[in-house]
């Protein structure tokens, strides 16, 4: 979507009194241009989020849809479902509703690992917050729309807060194997 298109819908929400929604992306705080299904201002929207429950309710409708299309998982759903369709998704949002709910994390990885998802994989949800943003990045999650109440600059310098991990995962290497390549 080009910049002055961005600029006109920002505008028109503005209007409106809704404010545009701020995330992380990349390391960036930016204006989200991705509106979820539901929301006030979606149906004008040039980039969507749909629920795979209604991704599976209404499919031929959906095929027809000529705009960005995003879908947006819950904890339960099974991410293989996913799988003959992936490269149709330009965004995978995948859902943490509760601090405890911790299935999200799994999918993050599933996505990028065994469906090699190359698209934004975003994390939403109220449980989004910045004690989790660098963990979520170590999962494969490249985008947070932060929890109500959440401070993105805050939530960006989470990202960053470490550099070393117990878990492998890349691009960041485990705290073990650096402790073994100092011994030998």
Request: aromatic share 8%.
């Amino acid at each position: 979507m080009g910049a002055a298109r961005r600029g006109r819908r920002n505008h028109r929400a503005h209007c409106r009194g809704l404010s545009p929604r701020h995330i992380l992306r990349r390391h960036e705080i930016v204006v989200d241009e991705w509106r979820h299904l539901g929301e006030e201002d979606a149906s004008d929207a040039d980039a969507l989020i749909v629920p795979l429950s209604e991704l599976r309710t209404n499919s031929a409708a959906w095929r027809e849809w000529r705009g960005r299309l995003g879908v947006r998982l819950a904890a339960a759903d099974n991410v293989e479902d996913l799988a003959d369709d992936i490269a149709r998704y330009a965004l995978v949002a995948v859902e943490f509703p509760n601090p405890s709910e911790g299935r999200g994390f799994s999918l993050g990885r599933l996505l990028r690992a065994r469906l090699r998802f190359k698209g934004e994989l975003r994390a939403v949800g109220a449980a989004v917050k910045q004690d989790k943003i660098f963990l979520l990045a170590r999962c494969g999650f490249d985008s947070f729309e932060l929890a109500a109440g959440e401070n993105p600059a805050e939530a960006l310098g989470a990202l960053h807060r470490y550099d070393v991990a117990y878990q492998p995962a890349e691009p960041h290497p485990a705290i073990k194997r650096q402790r073994f390549s100092s011994i030998g």
